[in-house]
């Protein structure tokens, strides 16, 4: 069973910053892109940042080029999301997600909140 479990969101102050985690199991995790997608208040979801299987390629939007840094641990099943410089506009749910077995397969997410 697919199971991608999302933390380390929380209130930061802007200008702060925050790392998140997605801890994966029940599939072969090192052979798998992973996605972090994200969604603020009233909009839809849009992807963040995603890292090819060995890490080797990743890619971002255009809103967090140069603030955040997606990496893999695939030693421990977990992919990060280091986030620097955040802004109110940064304010969302947070997940992360795979494309596994035809479908795409979502954690629960983690709340940034992102004020003074």
């Known amino acids: 069973q697919v199971q991608l479990v999302e933390s380390g969101g929380g209130l930061v102050q802007p200008g702060g910053s925050l790392r998140l985690s997605c801890s994966a199991s029940?599939?072969?995790?090192?052979?798998?892109?992973m996605n972090w997608y994200r969604q603020g208040p009233g909009k839809e979801r849009e992807l963040v940042a995603d890292?090819?299987?060995?890490?080797?390629?990743?890619n971002y939007a255009d809103f967090v080029k140069g603030r955040f840094t997606i990496s893999r641990d695939n030693a421990k099943n977990t992919v990060y999301l280091q986030m620097n410089s955040l802004k109110p506009e940064d304010t969302a749910v947070y997940y992360c997600?795979?494309?596994?077995?035809?479908?795409?397969?979502w954690g629960k997410g983690t709340l940034v909140t992102v004020s003074s």
């Open positions: 029940g599939f072969p995790f090192s052979r798998y892109s």
């Open positions: 997600m795979t494309y596994y077995n035809d479908r795409n397969r």
């Open positions: 890292i090819s299987g060995f890490g080797t390629t990743t």
